[in-house]
């Protein structure tokens, strides 16, 4: 397995508090994702990681914010959390852009917003 | 509008029975389509599809890409409780900005009873 770890791996929180979603990998892989599950919708990317500081938008990316100060750490953070926030979320990483190499995922963080 | 269906949504079967699971896809600038198998945790990496018409094999697990139908199957012979999972179809395509897009279906849940 490739060794990406995130934490917290569960999380309830309450509406309108901040929370900060960790991904961890030690493959030295450039690229990194963050992506949340839902039914019926499958896996969503809200934010993307090419490189140290570079991020760019995914398709469900409001409310959301993300940084990468090293290679191996990627944050997700929700400035204010909200119920429809709640959801479980993905860590994925890739040694590079091509539409020709996978994406290996992380184990998931299960956050409850009440 | 769905760009990659799965179907069915979710499949009971008999240990021992071959299954094939569908996902077709409508997207504008295909590249590559990616099976991946997602049991209580992070979906692990199956197969990876560029080429119509070329089997990708592994064990008892296969699959097959219609680049000009739009679809791909996952077929899985003499099936084992431990290939109950929700399988997850995906498929990379090249965005309006340039920038490539991986968008998954919803899933097919599968169930092998003993």
């Known amino acids: 397995d490739a060794g990406i770890t995130q934490s917290p791996r569960h999380k309830v929180t309450e509406t309108g508090t901040p929370v900060t979603l960790r991904c961890h990998q030690t493959e030295n892989h450039r690229y990194m994702y963050w992506y949340r599950q839902d039914p019926g919708h499958g896996l969503r990317l809200i934010h993307y990681?090419?490189?140290?500081?570079?991020?760019d938008k995914g398709e469900v990316s409001d409310g959301y914010s993300v940084s990468r100060s090293k290679t191996e750490d990627f944050l997700l953070t929700l400035e204010s959390a909200t119920s429809s926030q709640t959801s479980v979320y993905f860590c994925?990483?890739?040694?590079?852009?091509?539409?020709?190499?996978?994406?290996?995922f992380g184990p998931g963080t299960r956050l409850t917003v009440l | 509008e769905d760009k990659v269906v799965q179907s069915p949504l979710s499949l009971v079967v008999h240990e021992g029975d071959t299954v094939t699971l569908n996902c077709s896809y409508e997207v504008t600038n295909f590249r590559s389509l990616l099976w991946y198998k997602q049991e209580k945790k992070a979906p692990t990496f199956l197969f990876m599809l560029?080429?119509?018409?070329i089997e990708k094999k592994s064990g008892r697990l296969s699959s097959i890409l219609d680049k000009k139908e739009l679809f791909s199957i996952l077929n899985i012979t003499a099936t084992q409780t431990g290939d109950s999972a929700v399988y997850l179809c995906?498929?990379?395509?090249?965005?309006?900005?340039?920038?490539?897009?991986?968008?998954f279906g919803t899933g097919t849940r599968l169930t092998i009873i003993p």
């Open positions: 990681s090419y490189g140290v500081k570079d991020t």
């Open positions: 995906a498929v990379y395509e090249l965005s309006n900005f340039g920038n490539e897009k991986l968008t």
């Open positions: 560029t080429s119509s018409g």
């Open positions: 994925a990483i890739s040694e590079y852009p091509s539409s020709y190499n996978e994406q290996f």
